[in-house]
């Protein structure tokens, strides 16, 4: 079970795990071992984590979703597949997290009024300062 945080907590049997030969570091057992380990987690079925949060979790991180709404977090960082195993729920409970964080609402300001009237200040001065660098018209 995956515990982001005691409110949230994600069933083992919601993902699907994948090994594969790595890529990374190990030398000639790179080739036997199949360490490294991919996470597949079908997002849009869980009833663990709220609408909301699956949104923001989509928008935030969408180059670890499928098409079909698929999560996959793969790591090949360690040489063994518990620890490539460990890290990819790591990855998947840091970027929950992220998703939990509800962005702070904008809010709309206007200009003040001094400085509008220091901007069209500015642009007089320099309106006065371009046209003092032009040729006298010759009449």
Do not use: Y
């Amino acid at each position: 079970m995956l515990v982001v945080n005691p409110a949230i907590q994600v069933p083992d049997g919601e993902f699907e795990w994948r090994f594969a030969r790595s890529g990374g570091p190990g030398g000639q057992n790179v080739n036997k071992v199949a360490s490294k380990a991919l996470l597949i987690w079908h997002v849009a079925q869980t009833t663990s984590i709220a609408e909301d949060v699956k949104i923001r979790l989509a928008l935030q991180q969408k180059r670890f979703f499928t098409n079909e709404g698929t999560m996959i977090v793969v790591s090949q960082r360690h040489r063994d597949q518990d620890r490539n195993r460990e890290d990819c729920l790591d990855k998947l409970r840091s970027m929950i997290l992220q998703a939990l964080a509800v962005p702070k609402a904008r809010k709309k300001t206007k200009p003040s009024r001094g400085s509008k009237l220091r901007r069209l200040e500015a642009k007089r001065r320099r309106s006065a300062t371009k046209s003092g660098r032009r040729l006298p018209k010759d009449d």
